[in-house]
């Protein structure tokens, strides 16, 4: 990531309704959540989730896929790793690789490639 990639990623994640939005995607897990029922749970309008879902998938933190008439999110772990590893690429004397099994630790384990396809 770049510096400019994490600069937006940053200001996504810098609004109360992102941050709620995607920490509760992190507490969803691999079964993620729905539009509705994100809206429902932090008791938001639909037309008000729905900017900010766009916001934070633009920003690399969130995915999403359709089923049928709706669409599912997800916490987008790889990219909390990339934001995480450029703010910490200079941690350990400028070995980031001895922070990696941190980074990993905190992400839910290492890079996968198995995650649901991206519909957004």
Known sequence: MEKNGAIETLSAL????????????????????????????????????????????????????REGRSIRYFANMDGMRDLLSFLMEDCCGGRADLCRPLLDQITCGPLTSQSPARDK
């Open 14 to 65: 810098a609004h109360d309704i992102r941050i709620d939005v995607f920490r509760l995607l992190i507490r969803a897990g691999a079964e993620g959540a729905s539009a509705g029922q994100i809206a429902k749970t932090l008791e938001i309008r639909p037309n008000t989730l729905s900017n900010n879902l766009n916001i934070l998938s633009a920003a690399g933190m969130i995915r999403s896929i």
